[in-house]
């Protein structure tokens, strides 16, 4: 089983505010076709590793969450998902399929959200 880190997820009560300063004061690159205006956006990390921002409210929630999550990419996710369920960890969105792949999302012990996916290949 393998595991990349693959975007670092903000949540903001302004995105469209957050995004310019990624993309205007930062110079990051929008990725126009991914993001989802006004509240959901993917500015691209340029190391592979993206920053996702969305607004808040719209983002899975738990204590310790912070406005914070990580995203990881796994290949196997089934045995991924069956791992952290084991593990005892907190399933904060049970197992999804969706048109681009699957996801799930569980708390790590301090609550913060680690959201983990398969892309469709």
Known sequence: MKAKLDSINLVSD???ELKDFYVDVLN???????SHAPGFF????????NI?????????TAPGNNGFE?????????????RLTQS?????????QMGWG??????????????IY????
């Open 14 to 16: 302004n995105p469209c």
């Open 28 to 34: 990051f690159e929008l990725d126009e076709q991914r």
């Open 42 to 49: 993917l500015i691209k990390g340029g190391t592979g590793c």
């Open 52 to 60: 996702l921002i969305q607004q808040n409210g719209n983002a899975q």
């Open 70 to 82: 990580i995203g990881i990419e796994v290949d196997l996710f089934d045995q991924y998902f069956e």
């Open 88 to 96: 005892g960890c907190q399933i904060v969105a049970d197992k999804q």
């Open 102 to 115: 699957k996801g799930a999302a569980v708390a790590d012990p301090e609550g913060h959200i680690i959201n």
């Open 118 to 121: 398969e892309y469709r290949r």
